[in-house]
């Protein structure tokens, strides 16, 4: 940007008493951004001007960085800085670079030998943990090195037949557990293989949170630390290394999954329970077209505003709300510009957790009605139901069915 107009906008950044509109910034691709105030309306209006470069053709919110997507939105009050853009961008090559290293580590196939059989572990990032056949397939759990929270990590996989004989790529469910959970809750008390075996879907149930990264009072506390990651990516001390569970389940785990079994990484789809259907929430509200469907049991759908939330928001992601937004379901569905997304959601209304409103399902269906209609959202009160793998089982045939009939297309 040349002096002169840098000057220009500087002077258009001023807030004046008789200014009517002020420059607001701009983005690392020149956009400029401009807030507008307006006499009686309830809020400012906030416009882009596209780079000079651009035919009107490719004007698009596409072109357009998420933070200031949220701002033109009105998501986030403040404009985002060069600095936070720059940041972003940095995150986003570390990430790349990270999917590169494993994708050519993980071209191998896994073990599949039981520890102290013919494990050779220079040899395979997967170690083969335990294995059981189950419902025409295999139920098996692995343990491997991550790179997103720099601790081993643990997940369990049901197979059916033909993943395990490499003739088919199967379709492919994962499954995000709720605070104090591991990898075995649901994969023991779910209930959830016979369907997928009948659906022929595999399932991927990783663990909650890294373990024994060795940070100072990490098991203290059950909502805090071990078993409640709450699938973001801390940025605060003393979680930021490790506590990466966003990128471990949205990147480095999908992309091992697809690098090591006969999974079609096309045909992907997303459930969980409470911190868990808030982390399949976020993770295919945030991923727009990635994930064919998603569903929850009893999710924590508005963790800005509820002590299962704010806490934990606070401790790994510092005090700015508007950082929160980004982890926050009811925050992303009022923004959601993407494909069709199928969201099922069951809650009981016995469900102490959502009595004390740690929950709040009712924000999340009433902030969907503002997403374009491209949410469809079936939201389902199940009376006399409460917090446990009771309900979950319950109503598990319906969940795997309703992600079945997007899986198969
Ligand atoms: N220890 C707590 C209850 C913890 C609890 O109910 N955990 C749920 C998930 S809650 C939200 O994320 C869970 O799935 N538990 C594991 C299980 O196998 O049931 C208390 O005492 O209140």
């Known amino acids: 940007m040349n002096l002169l107009r840098s000057v220009y906008l500087r002077w258009k950044a001023l807030r004046l008493p008789w200014r009517k509109e002020i420059f607001a910034g701009s ?11 307006v006499r ?6 906030r416009r882009v001007i596209y780079r000079k470069d651009l035919s009107i053709s490719e004007y698009s919110d596409k072109i357009i960085p998420v933070q200031w997507q949220a701002w033109m939105r009105h998501t986030r009050q403040q404009p985002p800085t ?3 853009l720059l940041q972003d961008i940095r995150r986003q090559e570390r990430i790349a670079a990270n999917v590169l290293k494993l994708a050519e580590t993980n071209s191998r196939k896994p073990n599949t030998s039981l520890p102290g059989e013919k494990f050779q572990p220079e040899n395979c990032d997967l170690e083969l943990v335990s294995k059981n056949r189950c419902f025409a397939g295999e139920v098996r759990k692995y343990r491997h090195a991550s ?10 996989i049901y197979l059916p037949d ?4 490499n003739t088919t790529k199967v ?5 995000l557990s709720g605070l104090t959970c591991n990898e ?7 209930g959830a293989i016979p369907f997928l075996s009948s659906e022929c879907i595999a399932l991927v149930v990783p663990d909650t949170s890294p373990r024994s990264s060795g940070i100072e009072g990490e098991d203290d506390d059950w909502e805090l630390g071990t078993g409640a990651g709450f699938y973001v990516d801390a940025t605060q001390e003393p979680w930021r290394n490790h506590y990466n569970m966003y990128s471990y389940v949205q990147t480095e785990l999908q992309q091992l999954v697809f690098s090591s079994f006969s999974i079609d990484s096309t045909r992907v789809s997303i459930f969980g329970h409470s911190m868990g259907g808030h982390g399949a929430l976020i993770l295919s509200l945030r991923n727009p077209g990635y994930y064919k469907s998603a569903s929850a049991f009893a999710p924590i759908c508005h963790p800005s505003t509820s002590n299962w939330g704010q806490k934990q928001f606070k401790a790994y992601l ?3 709300t508007e950082d929160w937004a980004k982890y926050d379901a009811t925050e992303l569905v009022k923004t959601y510009d993407g494909p069709e997304l199928p969201i099922l959601l069951d809650q009981g209304d016995s469900d102490q957790f959502y009595t004390n409103k740690q929950l709040q399902p009712s924000h999340f269906v009433i902030a969907t009605k503002s997403s374009k209609n491209a949410i469809q959202l079936q939201d389902r009160m199940q009376p006399g139901y409460d917090h446990s793998y009771y309900f979950i089982q319950t109503f598990m045939e319906d969940h795997i069915k309703f992600h079945a009939r997007y899986l198969k297309n």
């Open 184 to 190: 075995d809750n649901m994969i023991t008390k779910g």
């Open 318 to 320: 510092g005090p700015n």
């Open 40 to 45: 009686g309306a309830s809020r400012t209006r």
């Open 27 to 37: 983005d690392l691709d020149g956009n400029l951004y401009f807030e507008r105030f």
């Open 147 to 156: 790179v997103s929270t720099k601790c081993t990590m643990s997940f369990n």
């Open 171 to 175: 379709p492919v469910l994962f499954y």
């Open 82 to 84: 060069v600095s936070e």
């Open 162 to 165: 033909t993943a395990l004989s």
